[in-house]
């Protein structure tokens, strides 16, 4: 089935810092990527995602790059804010059907 | 954005009784819906996946009889879990396609059985 990693598992940072996140994933037909943001007790929000026509996508401070070819995307947020603490998702989809597959989820936590 | 709700938001139940679950797009027809389940500090973790007008589809390890799921409608789809016990507490979430990739998220149930 499909694989997928999700590093590091937990990432503290100080505010204004940068953070990056990284989702690998073993399904060579998965061909849209999103990212996930979900705070305690809220359901998972959608932040970013991507399509595999493309190697980088910016929102504001946050960013997702993908390399098809080493099978992995990342995620990017720039000038942290205490309000980007929460836990991260990734959830490349299996092409042979139509879910997602979660990543085991990064807490990110920015220290003021 | 696509709006997804669940009912109830939380709920406590004694061993051995029966819960249902509701989720519904609200502004969206949905022939997919999902079923998650997540446990404290874990990931999200699918269960089955609800299509409208045919059964459910499990995922491994997820007991068909215990979770009863029907999709009766292209806005409506209901987790049951029969004879709960208190292994089964948990946070459950649903969510719904719209378009062949976003899906959005339902608020979740908190289950808790005592």
């Known amino acids: 089935g499909e694989n997928v990693e999700q590093h590091p598992s937990t990432l503290s940072v100080q505010e204004g810092d940068s953070a990056v996140i990284k989702c690998t994933y073993s399904?060579?037909?998965?061909?849209?990527f999103p990212w996930y943001k979900q705070e305690l007790g809220k359901r998972p929000q959608l932040i970013i995602d991507i399509r595999s026509n493309v190697g980088e996508k910016k929102d504001q401070r946050i960013a997702v790059t993908l390399n098809k070819t080493a099978k992995h995307f990342s995620l990017h947020i720039t000038e942290t804010q205490p309000e980007d603490s929460a836990v991260y998702f990734c959830?490349?989809?299996?092409?042979?059907?139509?879910?997602?597959?979660f990543g085991s989820g990064t807490q990110l936590t920015v220290l003021p | 954005g696509a709006v997804v709700s669940q009912h109830p938001s939380w709920v406590i139940c004694k061993s051995g009784t029966s819960v249902k679950i509701e989720c519904r797009s609200l502004?969206?027809?949905?022939?997919?819906m999902f079923w998650y389940r997540q446990f404290p500090k874990q990931s999200l973790m699918l269960m089955a996946t609800?299509?409208?007008?045919?059964?459910?589809?499990?995922e491994q390890g997820v007991e068909k009889d215990k979770f009863l799921i029907n999709h009766a409608s292209l806005t409506l789809s209901t987790l049951t879990v029969t004879s709960a016990h208190p292994e089964d507490s948990s946070f459950y979430i649903c969510s719904a396609k719209e378009g062949p990739y976003e899906q959005y998220f339902g608020p979740g149930t908190r289950l808790t059985v005592t």
């Open positions: 609800s299509n409208e007008g045919s059964k459910a589809t499990y």
């Open positions: 502004d969206f027809q949905a022939t997919t």
């Open positions: 959830a490349p989809p299996i092409c042979s059907a139509r879910q997602l597959t």
């Open positions: 399904d060579s037909a998965s061909n849209y």
